[in-house]
């Protein structure tokens, strides 16, 4: 079955960067678009950048594009999200989800498999 | 930037009863294919989000009957038709037409 196991719990001081994995099991990964979200405390989700697991094109929020980076390896089945120059509004729940369809579907089908979450602490 | 909106932020419940609730897009999600790019989700409390409903009205694998999804262009409605105990959590629309940036909406925190 799909399964999309994150990283821990992490905390970092303000100025700090920060990198998150997913590792990715029971499925071809790279036949599937990954998504990179996340949740501030009572805060909506927000939609912070995407990457096609088999070419490695990446997409982001313009919120983000300038203070993040997504890379996948293909041989570790992980995707990694990379936060720069963290400040304590990036203080969130962090998710990574899997596209329902595959990358080359004629139409999406929603995100339809998420990871547990990981916390990001932001304090100094 | 397309704005989500949603309503009510928070509707009390009866079990067996139905619930409906409402999402409002800034722009229009109507694909030129014919399909609105508008997905449901719940996320319960302390979990991870589900997808319920995807391009505004299919049923996500595993999802009991009794969720279903209707609107067009701008209005969304998520409806409910025996609300069960398990179904509390917060609902978010999500608008997946004019990425690269998808888009969600405040919730509508379903409670019993």
């Known amino acids: 079955q799909v399964q999309l196991v994150q990283s821990g719990t992490a905390m970092k001081r303000p100025g700090a960067s920060v990198r998150l994995s997913c590792k990715a099991s029971?499925?071809?990964?790279?036949?599937?678009?990954l998504h990179w979200l996340r949740q501030a405390p009572g805060q909506r989700l927000e939609w912070v950048g995407w990457i096609n697991a088999g070419n490695g094109n990446t997409k982001f929020s313009e919120r983000f594009q300038d203070r993040v980076s997504i890379t996948g390896d293909t041989h570790a089945t992980t995707v990694y999200l990379e936060v720069r120059g963290l400040r304590s509004e990036d203080t969130a729940v962090y998710f990574c989800a899997r596209e329902t369809a595959v990358v080359m579907a004629p139409t999406p089908m929603g995100i339809g498999y998420w990871g547990q979450g990981t916390l990001v602490t932001v304090s100094s | 930037e397309i704005v989500m909106t949603q309503s009510p932020l928070s509707l009390p419940v009866t079990p067996g009863e139905p619930a409906s609730f409402s999402c409002r897009s800034s722009?229009?999600?109507?694909?030129?294919?014919?399909?609105?790019?508008l997905d449901w989700y719940l996320q319960k409390p302390g979990q991870s989000p589900q997808l319920l409903i995807y391009?505004?009205?299919n049923r996500a694998p595993g999802v009991p009957d009794r969720f279903s999804g209707s609107g067009s262009g701008t209005e969304f409605t998520l409806t409910i038709n025996r609300v069960e105990a398990e179904d509390v959590g917060t609902y978010y629309c999500?608008?997946?037409?004019?990425?690269?940036?998808?888009?969600f909406g405040p919730g509508t925190k379903v409670e019993i």
């Open positions: 999500m608008q997946a037409l004019h990425t690269p940036r998808f888009s």
């Open positions: 029971g499925y071809f990964f790279a036949d599937y678009t």
């Open positions: 722009q229009s999600l109507l694909h030129r294919n014919g399909y609105n790019y």
């Open positions: 391009l505004a009205s």
